[in-house]
C-alpha cells in the first residue's frame, strides 16, 4: 500500500520555472524523504527531512514539512530540461526501528528547454 | 564505490520458468531491500533485510517469491513459477543500516513473463 500520495501526477514546465510537488501521507513519521528517478534507471536520493524539521534547502531544492496537515511539498528552482523525471516522495513511519520506507505514486515532471 | 549492482539487467522468460534476481550491495551497508516497481501498483516494498536476517517479509506476493542473504554482499530475489503479472522492474537498495537514513538504490532488473 502507498504511504504518499503525490500532486500532481504529471507536471510539465517551461525551463527557468519553478516546479512545486506535493505529498500527502496517513500516519505518523520518523521523516521524508524525496527520491528522483530518471527513465529506465533506478531511484536516487535527493533530500531528508525529519519530522521536527520544517524546512530544508539543498541547491536548487526546497522542502517543506507540515505535520500537523500531514504533507510535504518540494519546489524546484529554476528548473533545468535536464530536471526532467519522476519525483518520489517517502516515509518512515514513526517507531520505525529500521529503514522501511514506503514510496506514492510519484509526479512525472517534464522540463521544456 | 560502484554503487548497489543488480544482475540480470533485462530478463525474459516464460511462465512457469524460475527467476533469479541478484544484488550486490554497497560495501558496509547493513540493510538490504527489495523493491517492485509497476505502473499500476508503484513502488512495493518487498523484503527487508539487516545484517543478513529477513526482518520484514510481509510484502512479499505469496509463496512463490523467496529471497535470500546467505552473506554481506549478495542477495537472491527468486520467483518460482513465475507468471505473466510478475512481470515488472524489480529494485534492490541498500542502507548503512544505522536507522532512519537514505537507501542507495540499484538500476534494477526490467522482468517480462511471457
Known amino acids: 500500500s502507498q504511504q504518499g500520495e503525490e500532486d500532481p501526477q504529471a507536471l510539465s514546465i517551461q525551463e527557468g520555472e519553478n516546479a512545486t510537488m506535493n505529498c500527502s501521507y496517513k500516519t505518523s513519521i520518523n521523516n521524508l524523504q524525496w527520491y528522483r528517478q530518471n527513465s529506465g534507471r533506478g531511484l536516487v536520493h535527493l533530500i531528508l527531512?525529519?519530522?521536527?524539521?520544517r524546512e530544508k534547502h539543498s541547491g536548487r531544492l526546497r522542502v517543506t514539512l507540515d505535520t500537523s496537515k500531514k504533507s510535504s511539498s518540494l519546489l524546484i528552482t529554476a528548473s533545468r530540461a535536464a530536471d526532467t523525471a519522476s519525483y518520489f516522495c517517502?516515509?518512515?513511519?514513526?517507531?520505525?526501528?529500521?529503514?522501511?520506507?514506503?514510496f506514492g505514486g510519484g509526479t512525472r515532471l517534464m522540463v521544456k528547454p | 564505490d560502484a554503487g548497489v549492482i543488480q544482475s540480470p539487467r533485462h530478463e525474459v522468460t516464460e511462465m512457469g520458468q524460475e527467476v533469479t534476481l541478484r544484488c550486490k550491495p554497497i560495501s558496509g551497508h547493513n540493510s538490504l531491500f527489495w523493491y517492485r516497481q509497476t505502473m499500476m501498483r508503484g513502488l512495493e516494498l518487498l523484503i527487508y533485510?539487516?545484517?543478513?536476517?529477513?526482518?520484514?517479509d510481509s510484502g512479499m506476493p505469496e509463496d512463490r517469491f523467496s529471497a535470500k542473504m546467505p552473506n554481506a554482499s549478495f542477495s537472491t530475489l527468486k520467483i518460482q513459477p513465475s507468471e505473466p503479472r510478475d512481470s515488472a522492474v524489480y529494485f534492490c537498495?541498500?542502507?548503512?543500516?544505522?536507522?532512519?537514513?537514505?537507501?542507495?538504490f540499484g538500476s534494477g532488473t526490467q522482468l517480462s513473463v511471457l
Open positions: 533485510f539487516n545484517n543478513n536476517v529477513p526482518i520484514d
Open positions: 527531512i525529519r519530522s521536527n524539521e
Open positions: 517517502a516515509t518512515e513511519a514513526f517507531l520505525n526501528a529500521g529503514n522501511m520506507l514506503t
Open positions: 537498495a541498500s542502507s548503512t543500516g544505522t536507522g532512519h537514513e537514505k537507501l542507495f
